[in-house]
């Protein structure tokens, strides 16, 4: 099991940091949707290469950080029924979610999704539309995207089964972490403190 756990965390500091930096794919799909907007009322210019790129850039801020989602206990759940079982109930139900429900959509979607990039890539597919984009970097994400979700769907579940055996923490309790405004708030009051003390 030291193993597994071991797998876990490397699992779980992947997804971070991925889902730390995809937040700038929103970012700029943000600005080239301004950009495009304001280009085409001013100059009465569009580009198709523009609004594909915004789909690009929100399918891999979608299919990226499903897997940070996860990990961070943010996708939809059936609260109504699931908070009123006991937590061992509600981690074997987690259990039974990620054995038997995440992991073979997510193994389905790499079946079928894995084919579907490589024929994109090696036919170099393009948009149809006049001035389109080529289409395999955005298939490519089909399968990256699963591969992580299903990469952490493991790691809960290695952790929800730990859990039980009493090897570690719930893993469902988010630790949360101070905001930089609080780190700071925190150091001026332990400063006027050690200040109030040596006067």
Known sequence: MNALLKFSRAV???NTQIGKHVIWLILASTVISAVNAIVRKAFNVGSNAFLEVQWYLFAGSFLLAAAYTLLNGEHV???VVYSHFSKRTQTKVDIFGFACFLTPVCVAMLWYGVPFFLKGYQS???STNAGGLIRWPVYALIPIGFSLLLLQGWSELIKRVA????LIEDP???KVE???EEEL???IRLLAESKNKTA
């Open 12 to 14: 779980d500091w992947l």
């Open 163 to 166: 859990f039980l055996q009493g």
């Open 172 to 174: 469902t309790i988010k």
């Open 185 to 187: 708030a925190e150091a």
């Open 178 to 180: 101070k905001s930089a």
């Open 124 to 126: 170099g597919e393009i």
């Open 77 to 79: 759940k059936i609260d």
